[in-house]
């Protein structure tokens, strides 16, 4: 991989070098004997080492943008699934409450049924009332 951008560099070094090689020749800025080998090299060297650095500092960029998103949505995701444990634990736990009461209802039938019936109503109605805030509550949030 650092292979592929230190050469993607030098490439595009030399492409620069002889697109302002030719500005300099063509306009007649600089005369082609004022063109030394070492002034060229380092030229190229400079031209390449400054397209590698943007290109690392590119790729970091959107390295790190692209590790931010990927970090937020395993956390939404990993949010998701205790939300999906907790629903199921509440549903694990209403039928147990349900036979509680069920219970209850059944042993004040035997005891005392005029009691026993209005506890009927009054276990329903906080229900349907449980029922219809949770109902609230969850479409709230939506």
Known sequence: M???FFIASLILGIIHFILVFLFNIGFKIISIEEYQLGGIIARLVNLSSLFLFWSVIYFAVHYLENYKKAEIESLI???AVKDFELKT??????????????NSIRALIEEDP???KKRCYQTFESDALHFEDRKNRDCSTC
């Open 77 to 79: 995701f990993e949010a």
């Open 114 to 116: 005029e009691s026993a």
């Open 89 to 102: 634990l509440k549903a694990q736990l209403n039928p147990h409450f349900i036979f509680n009461a069920m």
């Open 2 to 4: 650092y292979q592929e």
